[in-house]
């Protein structure tokens, strides 16, 4: 090849934008035919091959994650290993302050979405069944609850089928919930408008919680429990601060208004969590990497007895989940008018509530410290759950009678008991699926947590129409079904281990 030709073909690629070329050869011997030419920077065309996206030989180029996660479904074997490699190499270059970040912008969320479900709809309950009548205000106060889980999975697929990131979704997400705090403080006392509203703010929290769940799993590995159980801190702290402050605005002023600081409030914070969520690009990028070299290599060599227990497994988190969670939502949705019902007053709660917040907290670091140091997340959930089965049985069944003491004590109990429990499941829905087709798996845990809402809620106000009693033995038999149902799941998993050390040491 001549100079001129040379020449040629350098000014035609800095013509085509690419910034540089590098080429590897087959050996030292014959240096005349090229083995591949990778190349990076801006392109002038469109869908190139993987083979195009970064020079394997600079660590310090960046990657184009966009043409490379295109790419990546039509990859061969080769090209797998050599782009998980990449990854990797480029692994710990963004900056760390960005996961911390994330993790503020998430709390917010949680702050914000659980502070109203287990906070104010606490308060707004009794009011609402005052209002509207009992099965009214449970229509409006659940139809929250159950369309957020429910609709999970389908905003899911959605964001999805578009490649909506977290950044984008959680705009979407706070646009929809604060219309619906909007319409709440337009239609206060229309009962079919309280329904819409809340419905428009279930539409915006179920964009809003697995993407927020999804984004943290992208930044934190090592100590994604501790990381996880700081959105639980989050949903208890809202759960008292914005409570009470509705309460201010609606006992010093009226429904109207507080819905009104509710409106600016949410939409406020929701505006900064939008700002700090974004993905770690980089993960999701080897997450489809693997994927795809899981689906090229081994996806044959899964045997049936694997897959039988991971169905196994599948169905005792998800009950274990509806149980916990529904039971949770309707005790701290209920707790004013449970208290109301033993003769209390709302201003005379307010001890009760902050017991009950601040032991949430202390639940929720608790779980994640020790999780975050390599306990089993089943073996210590079936354990608080048979712990919180005992004491309600010995607690609650008997009755307060008036004594504060004992029910500040009792509600204390509770308060840790369940932000423990509640933690340990969303580490152990989160921690389990992580690698193992995350998004679809958790967003049906979720929908099924959606649908069972409504069972829930008959059954435990049927009993609790009887007395308090009779409410307070049927949640104690709930728990200890669960607390079997978990210990049920930590057996699976050890006989999963112990099957799989086995067939390693026949391999050897």
């Given at each position: 090849?001549?100079?001129?030709?040379?020449?040629?073909?350098?000014?035609?690629?800095?013509?085509?934008?690419?910034?540089?070329?590098?080429?590897?050869?087959?050996?030292?011997?014959?240096?005349?035919?090229?083995?591949?030419?990778?190349?990076?920077?801006?392109?002038?065309?469109?869908?190139?091959?993987s083979r195009d996206l970064s020079v394997m030989c600079d660590d310090s180029s960046a990657i184009d994650y966009n043409k490379l996660s295109a790419t990546?479904?039509?990859?061969?074997?080769?090209?797998?290993?050599?782009y998980i490699q990449v990854v990797e190499n480029q692994s710990g270059r963004k900056p760390k302050y960005q996961s911390y970040v994330t993790l503020f912008g998430c709390f917010l969320i949680y702050f914000t979405v659980?502070?109203?479900?287990?906070?104010?709809?606490?308060?707004?309950?009794?009011?609402?069944?005052?209002?509207?009548?009992?099965?009214?205000?449970?229509?409006?106060v659940f139809s929250n609850i159950v369309s957020t889980f429910v609709l999970i999975p389908i905003t899911t697929k959605i964001f999805e089928m578009f490649n909506v990131d977290t950044h984008f979704a959680v705009s979407l997400g706070s646009f929809a919930y604060t219309i619906g705090l909007i319409l709440l403080a337009v239609f206060t006392y229309d009962y079919y408008g309280n329904i819409i509203a809340m419905v428009f703010m279930g539409i915006g929290a179920s964009m809003l919680l697995l993407?927020?769940?999804?984004?943290?799993?992208?930044?934190?590995?090592?100590?994604?429990?501790?990381?996880?159980?700081?959105?639980?801190?989050?949903?208890?702290?809202?759960?008292?601060?914005?409570?009470?402050s509705f309460k201010y605005f609606l006992f010093e002023f009226n429904l109207k208004i507080a819905f009104n600081y509710l409106a600016v409030i949410c939409a406020s914070l929701l505006f900064v969590a939008g700002c700090c969520c974004v993905d770690n690009m980089q993960y999701l990028i080897k997450e489809k990497l693997v994927k795809r070299q899981n689906h090229i290599c081994s996806d044959h060599e899964i045997s049936s007895s694997t897959r039988h227990t991971k169905k196994i497994s599948f169905v005792l988190i998800t009950i274990v989940t509806v149980i916990?969670?529904?039971?949770?939502?309707?005790?701290?949705?209920?707790?004013?008018?449970?208290?109301?019902?033993?003769?209390?007053?709302?201003t005379s709660i307010d001890d009760y509530h902050a017991s009950l917040s601040y032991s949430n907290i202390f639940g929720a670091i608790l779980v994640g410290l020790l999780t975050d140091f390599g306990v089993s997340i089943n073996l210590l959930q079936g354990l608080l759950l048979l712990l919180m089965g005992i004491i309600m049985t010995l607690l609650w069944v008997p009755g307060f009678k008036g004594i504060s003491v004992k029910m500040n004590i009792a509600v204390a109990i509770q308060g840790f008991l369940f932000s423990a429990i509640c933690t340990t499941n969303s580490l152990g829905v989160i921690t389990k699926f992580k690698n193992d087709h995350f998004i679809e798996k958790c967003s049906l845990v979720y929908m099924f947590q959606g649908i069972g809402c409504l069972p829930f809620i008959l059954l435990l106000d049927f009993f609790s129409v009887r007395s308090n009693k009779c409410l307070f033995i049927c949640i104690s038999t709930m728990l200890l079904l669960a607390s079997v149902l978990s210990f049920g799941s930590y057996s699976v998993d050890v006989a999963d281990a112990i099957k799989k050390d086995e067939n390693g040491e026949a391999i050897l």
């Open positions: 090849m001549d100079t001129a030709s040379i020449l040629a073909a350098q000014e035609s690629i800095h013509n085509n934008s690419f910034i540089s070329v590098s080429t590897f050869y087959e050996s030292d011997e014959d240096i005349t035919k090229p083995k591949k030419a990778y190349t990076r920077g801006p392109y002038g065309q469109h869908n190139l091959h990546v479904e039509i990859m061969n074997k080769h090209d797998v290993e050599m659980f502070g109203v479900m287990n906070g104010c709809f606490s308060t707004l309950k009794p009011l609402l069944s005052f209002i509207h009548g009992d099965l009214q205000g449970n229509i409006i993407p927020t769940v999804r984004s943290l799993n992208t930044w934190f590995d090592k100590h994604i429990c501790l990381a996880q159980s700081a959105l639980c801190v989050g949903s208890s702290l809202g759960s008292f601060l914005i409570s009470n916990i969670e529904n039971l949770s939502s309707y005790f701290k949705v209920n707790i004013e008018a449970i208290f109301l019902s033993n003769g209390l007053t709302f």
